[in-house]
């Protein structure tokens, strides 16, 4: 299955091929520049996301039993997944309903003016009141960052037909999904250097310096996104005129979604789950209760350096393989080592054998990048037509950071169902977790369709076809301002709606 160097293209990607008139290639550059103005924006999220673990640490050294009884230290963490949730729903409507550009860098906007304000919170001196001004600005944060996933995503996997044929799944990765990583990484290398600046001092620095310049990245960005055009697709295909046939689309592509959005789901229920196993090093290696704050937040990198080999070496893969098997492939393989990790974690998990462990983890987590973290996010993209693409990414991502946030309620209870044994609590989520990843595999395998270089092109055909069956007036599709829609099809019926 996972042998052959890259799937067949389809009878249907070889007749659209064939009837595809002869256009002038635009350069490298000219193609890659939207792909990356459209996607790199994910950048953001991977950073905002991890530096406030820096930020939590640091809060708690500087404020003690303040911090440790105040409402914030159960929300800060967390309450950008309820924001982002609201980003992505409502970005996903607007970038189909209004414009990706347009949506983007409204989300840039949002992303940087709050991120800004969360590194200068404050309130009348009192430190309560600064920790909740903090945790509201870090919802609006996640607005932000939720925008970016279905109009920037979906503009860039549109933006990715341009590019030569055989590549177009790993550009697509490299600015989406690998930027998150890259993200992790700076977000945790970020509080280190400044950190070290400040001698494990001026505490307030360090994280407010940490936290400000998370808006130095989207500022670049907003820039960059004032050039780029709408994607092709999204002119030719837009619904942005068009009355949306929300039955026809559910009829059509309802059962798809779910099966996306519960891939993601369970991604994303997993992977927090994972998590525990950092604290497990970290907690080896050094005493976190006295060790200094370069001496935690180094360690932290480095395992967050992790995800990149898998993200990186998994991007072509995506092209290789296709997909779905990259998926499949990736998350079965993860479940392998983290069965191996659960069954061996009373070994593993002891001073000595730091090493071993840590190159274990970083294996398992290269794993889950290569699979699951490169591919869903491609897959949501490109297995539905252009007029819905948005609000179809937008749902099957929001569905993931759901997926997040029950892990976050649920793992505890699994976690005590361990008992008093720290061996079986650590070994029970892992059980759980590997085998959710069996069943994501499973459900790629068998309930999503075939993804090629010109799915995308090829799903706005079927549509297509799909709406003239069923009455629907497609001259209403497309950016075609002042030109309105005609009464009646081109089937020679009135226009329904559904």
């Not at 976050?408 to 720290?422: H, K, N, Q, R």
Request: hydrophobic share 45%; with cysteine.
């Amino acid at each position: 299955m996972f042998g052959r160097k890259r799937p067949a293209a389809s009878t249907e990607e070889v007749q659209m091929a064939e009837q595809q008139p002869v256009q002038e290639r635009k350069s490298f550059w000219k193609s890659i520049l939207p792909v990356m103005a459209c996607g790199a924006g994910l950048f953001s999220d991977g950073y905002i996301n991890n530096v406030i673990g820096s930020v939590v640490t640091i809060l708690a050294i500087q404020y003690g039993d303040v911090w440790k009884s105040s409402n914030a230290k159960h929300y800060l963490g967390d309450i950008a997944f309820a924001g982002t949730v609201v980003g992505q729903l409502v970005f996903g409507y607007l970038s189909d309903n209004w414009s990706r550009m347009n949506s983007l860098l409204v989300s840039t906007v949002i992303l940087l003016v709050f991120t800004a304000l969360t590194a200068g919170s404050y309130y009348h001196g009192d430190a309560v009141g600064m920790f909740n001004m903090l945790t509201a600005w870090r919802f609006f944060v996640g607005i932000g960052i939720g925008g970016e996933y279905p109009a920037g995503s979906v503009g860039c996997a549109e933006s990715t037909g341009e590019l030569k044929s055989g590549t177009r799944n790993m550009w697509f990765i490299l600015f989406t999904n690998t930027m998150i990583d890259w993200g992790f990484v700076i977000g945790a290398f970020v509080p280190y250097v400044v950190a070290a600046a400040c001698q494990n001092q001026h505490l307030s620095t360090i994280w407010r310096t940490s936290l400000g310049i998370g808006a130095v990245f989207p500022m670049v960005l907003l820039v960059l996104r004032f050039f780029v055009k709408e994607p092709e697709e999204f002119q030719k295909n837009s619904m942005k005129y068009a009355k949306t046939p929300y039955r026809l689309v559910l009829r059509f592509y309802g059962f798809r979604l779910f099966i996306v959005s519960l891939i993601w789901f369970i991604y994303d229920f997993s992977a927090y789950s994972f998590g525990i196993y950092s604290s497990t090093i970290l907690a080896n290696i050094f005493n976190q209760d006295d060790a200094p704050l370069t001496t935690i937040f180094g360690w932290n990198t480095v395992l967050n350096l992790f995800y990149i080999p898998g993200t990186m070496l998994g991007a072509p893969l995506s092209d290789w393989l296709g997909p779905r098997y990259a998926l499949a492939g990736g998350v079965t393989l993860q479940a392998v080592v983290g069965f191996i990790m659960a069954g061996n974690y009373g070994r593993l998990a002891q001073p000595g054998m730091v090493g071993a462990f840590t190159v274990v983890y970083g294996i398992f987590l290269s794993l889950g990048e290569l699979g699951a973290g490169n591919n869903i996010g491609l897959i949501a993209a490109k297995t539905c037509a252009t007029g819905v693409r948005g609000r179809y990414y937008g749902i099957a991502a929001a569905v993931g950071k759901i997926g997040a946030f029950v892990g976050t309620l649920v793992f505890p209870f699994i976690i005590a169902a361990g008992g008093d044994s720290e061996t079986l609590s650590a070994q029970y989520p892992f059980w759980v977790s590997s085998s959710l990843s069996v069943l994501s595999a499973v459900l790629a395998l068998v309930a999503l369709p075939h993804i090629g270089q010109d799915t995308i092109a090829l799903e706005d055909q079927k549509f297509r076809a799909l709406l003239e069956e069923n009455g629907y007036d497609i001259r209403q599709l497309g950016l075609r301002k002042g030109e309105e829609s005609a009464e009646v099809g081109e089937t020679g019926e009135k226009p329904v709606s559904l």
